[in-house]
C-alpha cells in the first residue's frame, strides 16, 4: 500500500493554499515530505525553483521551511527560548550556547505575535494553545519562506484562533507562502487562496477559493455528492438514568456540574477547548474520581472511583484519542471488543464467544475490516472509532458517552457514526456526546449542556442556533 | 502477525535441533539419558525464572532483580532450616513467602508510585543481594540438608528428575494464565498501551502486581530447588540469572517493549541455552574455559536475537506502513 | 529552588560527615581520608558518562565490565613497560570501542539500552575471566602515582577528577552539543525535527562514557601496585546510584552534573562510616540498592 501516489503541488509566494482530504488521505505523508521527515520513492521537491536531491528535516530548514504540527513537538525538559534557539539556528554541536541572546530573542518573538509568555518557563508547564503558540513563535522567527500548519487550531480558544489568523495573513503579506490543513472548512474559506484536495494518496484537484463552494468541496473529498442530514430523533426521552448532583473534582477543575440524561435521549455537551468536557466525562468514569457532589443512577446514589465500577454500573466512555486510548492498534478487533467486558475480574478467555461477539458488531456497526483477526491499525480512523464503541457496547451500558465521536473521521464515516448514536439512544441507551462540531452538537442533540471553566455554563434545549451556543460557550449574553 | 510467530518458533526449533546434532556428533556422550536429565536438572531453576518473566516483559516492564531474589530466598531457607531447625517443607513455604514479599516490594514501587520497572528492579537487585550477603555475613552457607530435602534436586520420579514435575506443572499454569485468561489478555494491552488499558477499564496497577508478585514467588520455588540441588544455600546463589531468564524470553520470540510473545517461544529459549552450555561443556575439556565461553555466547545470542528481532520489526514496518500516517 | 536537589543531596552528606567528626574524629585523619577521596575519582569520572547517558534517557550496566577490560589492559601495557600517555590513550581508546558497540546497537538498530548493556556486561566480563581466569597482574615500580610522592599523586587524581566535572557541567550547560543531550532525552523526536540526529547523539553519549571509563580505569590503575580483573564489578551501580542520588532524572532530559559530586561522596561515605559506628561492613549492596530506590521515590513525590 503507498500512501502517496503521483501527486503534483505547488505553493506560490504570498498564498494560503489549503490542503483537504479524509483521515488517511495522505496529507500528512505529504507534509513529511515536504519537511524531510520522510524520503519520496519516486517524484522531486523544487524550492524556488532549485531541485533539492536529498532533503532531511536540516536542509527543508535550511531551504526556509517551517511546520507547525498538530501536536506540538517541543522539548518540555528546556526552557522556551531554548526551544525556540534548538529550532532556528540549527545550532552546530561544538559551539557556546548563548544564553542571553536566545531569551531575549524568544521574548521578542513572543510579543510579536502576542502571547504573554516568558521566555525562561519550562515547555512541561505550560498548556497545549501555549505550546503551539510557541511553535508559531519558531515559524515567525524562522522568516520561512514555507509554512506549513497541521490543523493549528485544533486545541485553540476562540481568541487565540483569531491571533492565529492574524498572524496567517501577516505572513502571507510578508510573501510568505502558507500550506493550511484543516478539517474545519469555514476556516478554509475564511483563510484559503487556494484548496488542494487529496484523496486516497492521489490530488483530485486544486482550485481557487472563490471557484468553489463547500458542497463541491466535500464531493471532491469523499469522491460523491453527499448532503449531510443528520438523522432524526425516532421516540420521545424516558426514564432519568444519570443525575449529576453538584459534582466536582479539583483535581481537574471540574466544579458544580448538575444536570440528567434520561434514557434515548441524546445531550450534547458544547464548550470551547478547555471548557472541562472531557475532564467531566473522566470524573463520571471515575479515571480521575469526583471529590465533591454526586452521580445518581438510577435513583440510586453511587461512588466511581474507577473505571471498573463505572462498567460495573453500566456507565461507558468512548474517548477521543481513539489511536492512544481507543483502541490498541497492535491487537486484533476481536480482542479490542472484548477488552472492556474482560476488565470485571480474572477469568478464563471464551475465543467463540469473542469471535461471535465480534463479527456481529462487524455487521451491526459495518465496521469494513479484513474479519475480526485484522489488526486495529489496520483500520481507518472512521472504523477504529466504530471498533472503539463496539467495545463499549460490548459491556451492555445504560449511559453512553462519547467524546468527540467524529473528530478526524470521514465524511461517510460520519455520517454512519450519527445514525449509530441515533440508533442506540432510540433502543433506550442515555447518550452524553461531546463535539466541537457546532453542526453535529446542534443536528444530533435533543438537550445541549455548555460548559464553560470547570462548570456548567447553560442547559440549551436541542435546536438551538449556532449563535446562541457558542454565545454561552463564551460567556456573552445572547444577542 | 500469528504466521510471523510460528516461524520464530519453528527457527528456534530448528536451532536446538542443529545444536544437538552437532554436539552428539563431535561432544562426548552427549545424547544419553544421563546428559538430558543433566540439562534439565542445570536448566530448570534459569526456566523457571525465565516462564515468570515472561509476563513481565509482556506488560512492557522487566526484573532485574529474579536472580538476586533468589540468592536472598536461598539464604532464608537455609537461615529457617539451619537456624530455627523449621522443617524444610515449612522452610520451603518460608522462602517463597519472601520471594513474594520481594515481588510485592518490586510491585508496589513500580504500580503505586509509578516508578519505571526498570530502575525499581535495578534498586532491589543491589537490595536483595545486599540483605543475603548481610544475612550471612558474606560467608556462611548452610550444607547438611536432610537427604529427604536433597532428593528434590537431585533424584528421579517416574524417570524425570523431581524438580522437572515442578517446572511442568509452573510451565502449565504460566502458559494457561498468559494464553488462557482474561489476565493474559490484560498483560498484553499493557505492554501495547498502558494509558488505553486504562481507558478500557483493566485493572492494570493488579495486573502488573499480579506478574511481579508471581515474579518474586517462583524465584522463591527456585531457590529451594537450587539450594536442594548445589546442596548448599549461600548469598551469592543465582548471581546472573536474571540475564539468562531475559536471554531465554527473548530468544523465545517476546518483543522487549511488551506485548508480543508467547510462553511455549520462552520454553524454547530456555532449550536453546541449556542445550549451548551443556553442549561446550562436553566438548570442551575445562569446564570453567567452557562456562565462560556459554557466557560469552548468550550474551552474544542475546544480542543477535534482538537484532534479528528489531531489524524484521523494522522490515515489517516499512512493509505496512499503510495510509493512516 | 532551583539546585534543592543538589543542596538536599550536600546537606545529608554534611550531616554525615558532621556525625563522624563528632563520634568518630580519627575518620579525619589526612592519609586516610586522602586515599579515600582518591580512591573514588574513578567512580566520579565514570559518573560523570553514566550522567550523561541516562540525560539521555538511557542506560548501561555495562560500566563495571568495561572498566575491568581497560583496568587490565591498562595494566598488561604498563606492565610491558609503555609510558603512561600510551597506556591512557590506548585504554581510553578500548573503552570508546566497548561504548560504542553499545551505542552502535542502541542508536542504530534502536534497541532498549538495558537489554543491550546488559548482554555486553556478560560478554566482557566472561571475556575477562577467559582471558584473565582471576590472575592478579603485578605492576613496575613507578606506575603507581605516576611515580610522585603517593600524596602528590592523590591530589593530583582528585583536582583533574573534580575539575573533570566542572568541565563536563559547563559544556552541559554551555555548549551546544550539551544541550542536545538533554533535547534528545526530553523528546527525541522532536529533536529529529529540530535539526539534532538524535541516533548521533544516543551514539555519542555511549562512546563518550566507554572514554571515560577507560580514562577511570587508568585513574584506578595507577593507584594500587596491582591490577585485579575484577575491580570494575558492582561499578555501574554504584555510579548509576550517584547519578540518580545527585538529582539526575532517569526519566531523561533533567538533571545537573554538579548533584554527582555529593551523590558519590555520599554513597562512598556510608560504608566507611557503618565501620566506624561498628555496624557490619556486609550491609554495602543493600544500603546502595535501598539509596536508589529512596532518591528516586524522592523524585517522584518531588514531580506531584
Known amino acids: ?479 | ?325 | 529552588m532551583k539546585r534543592a536537589r543538589e543542596l538536599s543531596v550536600a546537606a545529608v552528606l554534611a550531616l554525615l560527615l558532621l556525625s563522624l567528626a563528632i563520634f568518630a574524629p580519627n575518620f579525619f585523619s589526612p592519609q586516610p581520608l586522602l586515599s579515600r577521596l582518591a580512591s573514588q575519582m574513578p567512580a566520579l569520572v565514570a559518573a560523570i558518562g553514566i550522567s550523561l547517558v541516562i540525560i539521555c534517557r538511557q542506560i548501561d550496566i555495562s560500566v563495571g565490565s568495561q572498566f575491568g577490560m581497560c583496568a587490565v589492559l591498562a595494566g598488561l601495557m604498563s606492565a610491558a613497560g609503555l609510558p603512561i600517555p600510551v597506556v591512557l590513550i590506548a585504554s581510553i581508546s578500548a573503552g570508546a570501542a566497548m561504548g560504542a558497540v553499545n551505542g552502535a546497537l542502541v542508536a542504530w538498530l534502536g534497541l532498549p539500552s538495558i537489554v543491550v548493556t546488559l548482554a555486553t556486561m556478560v560478554t566482557w566480563q566472561e571475556t575477562l575471566r577467559l582471558w584473565q581466569q582471576g590472575r592478579l597482574l603485578n605492576l613496575p615500580a613507578g606506575v603507581q602515582w605516576f611515580g610522585l610522592e603517593q600524596w602528590k599523586g592523590q591530589s593530583a587524581l582528585i583536582v583533574f577528577a573534580v575539575a573533570l566535572v566542572a568541565f563536563g557541567a559547563w559544556v552541559l550547560r554551555r555548549v551546544n552539543a550539551g544541550r542536545f543531550v538533554y533535547a534528545v532525552g526530553s523528546d527525541a523526536e522532536a529533536a529529529r525535527l529540530a535539526g539534532i540526529n538524535p541516533r548521533r547523539v544516543t551514539f555519542g553519549v555511549f562512546a563518550l562514557m566507554g572514554a571515560l571509563v577507560g580514562l577511570a580505569a587508568v585513574m584506578n590503575v595507577v593507584q594500587s601496585p596491582q591490577v585485579q580483573p575484577t575491580c570494575g564489578e558492582g561499578l555501574e551501580l554504584k555510579v548509576i546510584a550517584a547519578a540518580v542520588v545527585g538529582g539526575i532524572a532517569v526519566s531523561g532530559g533533567r538533571g545537573n552534573l554538579w548533584g554527582v559530586l555529593p551523590g558519590l561522596l555520599l554513597l562512598a561515605n556510608v560504608n566507611p562510616a557503618l565501620t566506624h559506628f561498628h555496624v557490619q561492613a556486609y550491609w554495602e549492596k543493600a544500603i546502595q540498592g535501598l539509596v536508589i530506590l529512596l532518591a528516586v521515590v524522592a523524585d517522584r513525590r518531588a514531580a506531584r
Open chain 1, 1 to 479: 500500500m503507498r500512501a502517496l501516489r503521483g501527486v503534483s503541488f505547488d505553493l506560490r509566494v504570498g498564498e494560503v493554499h489549503a490542503l483537504l482530504g479524509e483521515n488517511g488521505a495522505g496529507k500528512s505523508t505529504l507534509i513529511k515530505v515536504i519537511t524531510g521527515a520522510h524520503a519520496p520513492d519516486s517524484g522531486t521537491l523544487e524550492v524556488g525553483g532549485e531541485p533539492v536531491p536529498h532533503f532531511n528535516p536540516r536542509e527543508a530548514h535550511r531551504r526556509g521551511i517551517a511546520c507547525i504540527y498538530q501536536q506540538p513537538a517541543l522539548f518540555a525538559d528546556l526552557s522556551v527560548a531554548e526551544n525556540i534557539a534548538l529550532r532556528l539556528d540549527q545550532p552546530r554541536a561544538f559551539e557556546l550556547a548563548r544564553a542571553t541572546e536566545r531569551r531575549a530573542r524568544a521574548a521578542d518573538l513572543l510579543a510579536r505575535i502576542g502571547a504573554g509568555i516568558a521566555p525562561e518557563r519550562e515547555v512541561r508547564e505550560l498548556s497545549m494553545p501555549e505550546q503551539q503558540l510557541v511553535e508559531i513563535a519558531c515559524a515567525i522567527g524562522s522568516g520561512a519562506r514555507v509554512v506549513i500548519m497541521d490543523e493549528p487550531t485544533a486545541s485553540l480558544t476562540q481568541k487565540e484562533q483569531h491571533l492565529l489568523f492574524a498572524v496567517v495573513r501577516e505572513l502571507r503579506a510578508s510573501g510568505a507562502g502558507i500550506i493550511y490543513i484543516s478539517h474545519r472548512l469555514e476556516e478554509i474559506f475564511a483563510l484559503a487562496d487556494r484548496v488542494t484536495v487529496l484523496r486516497d494518496g492521489e490530488s483530485v484537484g486544486t482550485n481557487a477559493i472563490d471557484e468553489i463552494d463547500e458542497a463541491k468541496l466535500i464531493a471532491m473529498m469523499v469522491g460523491r455528492e453527499v448532503t449531510h442530514l443528520f438523522p432524526p430523533a425516532e421516540c420521545p426521552p424516558g426514564e432519568v438514568v444519570l443525575s449529576l448532583r453538584d459534582i466536582g473534582c479539583s483535581l481537574s477543575g471540574v466544579r458544580d456540574v448538575s444536570f440528567d440524561v434520561r434514557a434515548g435521549e441524546i445531550v450534547g455537551l458544547a464548550g470551547l477547548v478547555g471548557a472541562g468536557r472531557t475532564e467531566l466525562a473522566r470524573v463520571i468514569f471515575g479515571l480521575t474520581p469526583a471529590d465533591r457532589g454526586g452521580i445518581v443512577l438510577d435513583g440510586a446514589r453511587v461512588v466511581v472511583d474507577d473505571p471498573r465500577v463505572a462498567i460495573a454500573h453500566g456507565i461507558a466512555y468512548v474517548p477521543e484519542d481513539r489511536r492512544r486510548h481507543g483502541v490498541i492498534l497492535e491487537m486484533p478487533i476481536a480482542q479490542n471488543i472484548s477488552m472492556a467486558s474482560h476488565s470485571r475480574d480474572l477469568g478464563w478467555l471464551r475465543d467463540a464467544a469473542e469471535l461471535r461477539v465480534a463479527e456481529d458488531f462487524i455487521v451491526s456497526l459495518g465496521i469494513k475490516a479484513a474479519g475480526p483477526d485484522a489488526t486495529g491499525s489496520s483500520l481507518s480512523g472512521g472504523n477504529q472509532q466504530k471498533v472503539s464503541v463496539a467495545r463499549w457496547l460490548a459491556t451492555k451500558p445504560r449511559v453512553l458517552i462519547l467524546d468527540e465521536p467524529t473528530q478526524g473521521v470521514d465524511v461517510a464515516a460520519k455520517s454512519e457514526i450519527h445514525k449509530i448514536i441515533r440508533r442506540l439512544a432510540a433502543d433506550g441507551l442515555a447518550v452524553l456526546m461531546i463535539s466541537s462540531d457546532l453542526p453535529e452538537i446542534i443536528g444530533m442533540s435533543d438537550r445541549i449542556g455548555v460548559m464553560r471553566g470547570g462548570t456548567l455554563a447553560a442547559m440549551l434545549p436541542g435546536g438551538s442556533d449556532a449563535h446562541t451556543v457558542m454565545s454561552a460557550a463564551l460567556g456573552k449574553e445572547a444577542a
Open chain 2, 1 to 325: 502477525m500469528r504466521r510471523f510467530w510460528m516461524r520464530h518458533e519453528m527457527v528456534l526449533l530448528l536451532v536446538i535441533v542443529v545444536e544437538v546434532l552437532i554436539f552428539n556428533a563431535i561432544g562426548r556422550r552427549f545424547l544419553t539419558a544421563d546428559n538430558v536429565a543433566n540439562i534439565v536438572r542445570q536448566s530448570v531453576e534459569i526456566g523457571l525464572l525465565a516462564l515468570v518473566m515472561t509476563p513481565v516483559i509482556l506488560t512492557g516492564g522487566i526484573d532485574l532483580s529474579v536472580g538476586s531474589l533468589l540468592g536472598l530466598c536461598a539464604v532464608t531457607f537455609g537461615m529457617l532450616w539451619g537456624e530455627l531447625h523449621w522443617p524444610p517443607w515449612l522452610a520451603a513455604l518460608g522462602a517463597v513467602g519472601v520471594g513474594a514479599l520481594g515481588g510485592c516490594v518490586n510491585a508496589a514501587l513500580i504500580t503505586s508510585l509509578r516508578l519505571p520497572a526498570l530502575i525499581v528492579t535495578l534498586g532491589t537487585f543491589s537490595l536483595f543481594r545486599g540483605i543475603a550477603e548481610a544475612l550471612t555475613g558474606g560467608t556462611i552457607a548452610y550444607t547438611k540438608f536432610p537427604a529427604s530435602f536433597l532428593a528434590l534436586g537431585n533424584s528421579f520420579f517416574l524417570g524425570v528428575p523431581v524438580q522437572a514435575w515442578v517446572f511442568f506443572v509452573v510451565a502449565v499454569a504460566v502458559w494457561l494464565l498468559v494464553h488462557r485468561t482474561t489476565a493474559g489478555r490484560a498483560f498484553r494491552a499493557i505492554g501495547f498501551a498502558p494509558e488505553g488499558a486504562r481507558y478500557a477499564g483493566l485493572p492494570v496497577g493488579r495486573r502488573v502486581a499480579l506478574a511481579y508478585i508471581l515474579a518474586g514467588s517462583v524465584a522463591g520455588v527456585a531457590a529451594v530447588i537450587f539450594v536442594s540441588r548445589v546442596t548448599e544455600a549461600r548469598a551469592n546463589a543465582g548471581v546472573g540469572y536474571e540475564l539468562a531468564a531475559i536471554t531465554a524470553v527473548v530468544l523465545g520470540g517476546t518483543s522487549i517493549f511488551g506485548g508480543r510473545g508467547s510462553v511455549h517461544g520462552t520454553l524454547l529459549g530456555v532449550a536453546a541455552v541449556a542445550v549451548l552450555g551443556n553442549g561446550l561443556s562436553r566438548i570442551l575439556s575445562i569446564t570453567a574455559v567452557s562456562r565462560e565461553l556459554a557466557g560469552i555466547l548468550t550474551g552474544a545470542l542475546l544480542l543477535v536475537a534482538l537484532a534479528a528481532g528489531a531489524l524484521t520489526t523494522r522490515w515489517r514496518g516499512a512493509g505496512d506502513r499503510g495510509p493512516s500516517a
